[in-house]
């Protein structure tokens, strides 16, 4: 069946640092990738995708390529701010199978 | 308006009451999906609405029931909780069929429910 595995949190960065969280997933087929984002007291909001090997989705500096060699869908940011503290969450769907497979979801806390 | 909506934010409740999570869609998305999100585990997904049919049921205690009158309303009554039934409640939406799924989920802000 498919499954997602994170990195284990929490994360605690300085703001500026260069932030990678590591996802790789497995998955029959050619399943499309996510990351969403849980900011304190919301739900969850899609952050990025990618449906196809080597697409590489991006939304508010935050980036992640689709690498099918390695089943990996590692996010990251070039320069964090104290705004981008939440909680992170990798996930997957396949074709066919209309449920989303999500990761445990690692928090990432931002100190100024 | 446009996206998810639930209501209410907060809940507080006793163990005898009955009450009702409320969750509206205005994407024209025909999936409809309740979660369970404790501190410290995992998402938990709880009921799966496709088409307005139930599909999923994950083993959730009877306390809990869900609701789906049309695809763009999803209702969880709730009756005679425990304490440990406290949790964010989140709903999200999709579309099914095609290549919608691979566009990921719609998600409300949740509703924060407290049982005394």
């Known amino acids: 069946g498919n499954s997602v595995t994170q990195m284990e949190g929490p994360v605690t960065l300085s703001e500026e640092a260069f932030l990678t969280i590591n996802c790789t997933y497995t998955a029959t087929g050619y399943p499309s990738l996510f990351w969403y984002v849980q900011y304190p007291g919301e739900g969850l909001q899609l952050l990025l995708k990618a449906t196809k090997a080597d697409d590489k989705g991006s939304n508010k500096g935050f980036e992640a390529t689709y690498r099918k060699e390695t089943t990996s869908f590692h996010l990251e940011k070039g320069s964090v701010q104290v705004s981008d503290s939440a909680v992170y969450f990798c996930a997957l769907s396949n074709f066919g199978n209309e449920k989303l497979t999500f990761g445990t979801g690692t928090r990432l806390t931002i100190i100024p | 308006e446009t996206g998810v909506t639930q209501t209410p934010r907060h809940l507080v409740m006793g163990m005898t009451n009955k009450k009702s999570l409320k969750c509206e869609q205005h994407l024209g998305h025909n999936a409809m999906y309740w979660y369970k999100q404790s501190a410290k585990k995992p998402l938990e997904l709880m009921f799966v609405?496709?088409?307005?049919?139930?599909?999923e049921n994950n083993s959730v205690p009877s306390r809990f029931s869900p609701e789906c009158p049309n695809s763009s309303h999803l209702f969880l009554h709730l009756h005679t909780l425990q304490p440990e039934d406290s949790a964010l409640y989140l709903c999200?939406?999709?579309?099914?069929?095609?290549?919608?799924?691979?566009?990921?989920?719609?998600f409300g802000s949740g509703t924060r429910l407290t049982v005394v």
């Open positions: 609405y496709s088409l307005e049919e139930r599909v």
């Open positions: 999200a939406s999709s579309h099914v069929g095609g290549t919608g799924t691979r566009y990921g989920y719609t």
